[in-house]
């Protein structure tokens, strides 16, 4: 490692040219020994350490060297898009020109993003597509004859073409389809298992484990980057969802009155279709009167937390299976051509997947699971949805992560909580089978950051506390010139100070509440000055380098909502172990979420910029303590706005006049 990563050492001579980083150096020293001993590790690395180099180079020459296989999972596209158009280019380059060797690695995606030329043809055929797609139908086409891995990515397409053309589980007959030594999907799972390096998502990795791990080739070694959104997404993948609009959408493609183009209707024999009909019509009744009578439970709620069976939901429990060995026993029954039969065959998984989360949700069928109903507008049934997800993952990450590879990898900015790993360790199941490694930062704070501390807000509770907010926000703004993100814990805090600032400032605000999340960030990258408000997910995750972002406002700490079922059902498992769950839960989930967003920042060494934290706990609570000291180090920290003023150019240089 120090022959790469040393002064003067190999990495410049790949790249060009190369910064030597100290932290770039014990950090993959650190990797190439826990590989070596087959470990564990959880190591935190902050943006600017050059992270993705220093534990790739030691994977893939662990892996090269022991002939292994790696999975490498991330969470945003960004940075797979980073990995294969700059990282691992450069990896492969320093193992070509160095090592004598060589290694390849793949990009892995769910199955519906790759296309499926049986349905591509049969929809062609059938003439499914509208006049402005056929020039798409042609380049899609190309790509088939070319015989070439092609996936969503590859395809500028509307949603709705993609969705006749997509491969589909329940249809896909694999090796014995006609075209399966050109599919693209086949290639890639075979390209996948040539691969020494497998990149993906986190969703895919967790999706894989949700279907027994039969998706995607076993490795030894994984590596988890952006390791803090684990247990979230693990969580979600691994739960269930059902949903009224949901149900109607699937019956929509056995059965609509009046309606002839849909799957019952091609059933032959006139009496095997009527039953049908009449089977659908009945679990169309049902379900309406199941999330009807879910209504008066949940009540004017968002969400309120099941404890016990949904009892109500047997009928239609009992409906849809009647339905489904119905269609079972018709399912050579059906006229019609071929893309029919493959309709029918995916409307029946949809269904079939529907009816376990379903039943699921009413009889309570999975252990140390949390159940929750939701409620995303008042009005029509439609918007009832049942969930239910793992209370906790540690035993499945156990099981399933931990026990099954030689060395899991953790990597983030925000894995500790007051220098110490244990919290996150134990929530992905790696509890006392771990080594770690905390990294300082190659960013000078001190010059680049200004930490202002609302000490004299009002409580976040109090009713004074928007427009005092919306009023210090308006200051900072004002100061650094605009380009300021806005984090908040709540809709309802983000819509009462986003009408109070408006009043205040006149640049453009692009807020979450108003449009999708990434509308909004392209919107305000776009505009060049301008406030972006948000709340949960713009806390980590986004790359706003640069004079992009001057400022970073938090109205709140970032703990969760107490009430939210998830949230209560892990407190209660806490408390029943006999802790404290705010200080064993709460406040470790708090700071790393706060560690994430103060991170939003400084992302290079030319960024400067002022984090202000309006929440005045950070001060008067003793847990606040935990959270100052997870501040950058070198940080100089602000109690006074008049003081801001004064200091906010020295971070802003060449922006408005501080005292206007």
């Known amino acids: 490692m120090k022959r790469i990563f040393g002064e003067n050492g190999l990495l410049g001579d790949v790249l060009g040219s190369c910064e030597y980083r100290d932290e770039q150096l014990a950090m993959s020293e650190y990797i190439s020994e826990r590989l070596s001993e087959r470990e564990h590790a959880f190591i935190e690395a902050g943006t600017g350490t050059g992270k993705t180099l220093a534990y790739l180079v030691p994977a893939v020459l662990y892996a090269i060297e022991n002939e292994k296989k790696i999975t490498l999972t991330t969470e945003t596209r960004a940075l797979q898009k980073q990995l294969f158009q700059k990282d691992l280019p450069a990896v492969q380059k320093l193992v070509r020109e160095h090592f004598n060797a060589d290694f390849s690695y793949s990009l892995c995606l769910g199955g519906s993003n790759y296309p499926c030329r049986k349905r591509f043809e049969l929809a062609l055929r059938r003439g499914r597509f509208s006049p402005e797609e056929i020039r798409v139908s042609g380049d899609i086409g190309r790509m088939f004859s070319a015989g070439i891995i092609f996936t969503r990515l590859d395809v500028t397409a509307p949603q709705r073409l993609w969705n006749e053309i997509c491969r589909d589980g329940e249809t896909c007959s694999s090796y014995r389809c006609a075209f399966a030594s050109m599919c693209p999907y086949q290639m890639a799972r075979k390209e996948w298992t040539r691969s020494t390096l497998l990149v993906m998502n986190h969703y895919l990795f967790f999706t894989n484990i949700a279907m027994e791990r039969t998706y995607l080739p076993e490795t030894e070694i994984v590596i988890f980057d952006e390791a803090h959104s684990l247990e979230e997404i693990a969580s979600a993948q691994l739960g269930t969802t059902a949903g009224y609009d949901q149900l109607m959408e699937i019956m ?180 006392g089978r771990f080594g770690s490694l905390s990294l300082g930062s190659s960013f000078d704070y001190r010059s680049q950051m200004l930490v202002y501390i609302g000490a004299d807000m009002p409580a976040p509770e109090s009713p004074e506390f928007p427009a005092r907010a919306a009023r210090a926000a308006a200051e900072i703004i004002g100061g650094l010139g605009g380009n300021c993100l806005l984090l908040f814990t709540s809709y309802k805090m983000l819509g009462e100070v986003k009408e109070l600032l408006r009043r205040m400032v006149s640049i453009p605000i692009y807020s979450q509440d108003e449009m999708p999340p990434s509308q909004a960030v392209e919107l305000y990258v776009k505009d060049g000055n301008s406030i972006l408000m948000g709340t949960h997910s713009f806390w980590q995750g986004i790359d706003l380098p640069g004079d992009i972002l001057r400022g970073v406002i938090m109205m709140r700490l970032p703990f969760a909502a107490p009430d939210s079922p998830p949230v209560e059902a892990r407190m209660e498992k806490v408390e029943q172990s006999g802790k404290n769950s705010f200080g064993a839960l709460q406040v470790p989930e708090a700071v790393i979420r706060f560690r994430q967003g103060v991170g939003r920042l400084i992302r290079s060494k030319k960024d400067r910029g002022v984090v202000a934290i309006l929440d005045p706990r950070i001060v008067s609570k003793g847990y606040g303590r935990i959270f100052m000291r997870s501040l950058p180090p070198g940080c100089r920290v602000i109690h006074e706005m008049g003081e801001l003023k004064k200091m906010i150019g020295e971070v802003a240089p060449g922006q408005c006049d501080p005292a206007e």
């Not at 009046?258 to 659908?280: C, F, G, M, P, T």
């Not at 939901?313 to 006229?335: P, T, Y």
């Not at 008042?378 to 009832?384: K, Q, V």
């Open 252 to 431: 929509g493609l056995f059965y609509r009155p009046r309606k002839k183009n849909v799957l019952l209707s091609s059933i032959e024999k006139k009496k095997n279709r009527e039953l049908a009909a009449e089977q659908a019509k009945e679990i169309i009744s049902e379900a309406s009167a199941f999330y009807e009578g879910l209504r008066p439970m949940i009540g004017k709620k968002t969400t309120l937390r099941v404890r016990e069976p949904l009892g109500s939901g047997a009928d239609l429990v009992n409906a849809i299976k009647n339905f489904m060995l119905l269609m079972r026993e018709n399912e050579d029954d059906f006229s019609g051509e071929e893309s029919l039969r493959m309709e029918f065959d995916i409307a029946r998984g949809k269904l079939f997947l529907y009816l376990e989360a379903l039943s699921a949700a009413v009889h309570h069928s999975r252990e140390n699971h949390v159940y929750w109903l939701e409620s995303d507008r008042a009005g029509l049934a439609g918007d009832i949805t049942a969930r239910s997800q793992p209370i906790d993952v540690a035993k499945i990450m156990g099981r399933e992560v931990i026990d099954c590879h030689e060395s899991c990898i953790f990597v983030s900015a925000t894995l500790s909580v007051n220098g110490d790993f244990s919290y996150m360790a134990g929530r992905l199941g790696a509890s």
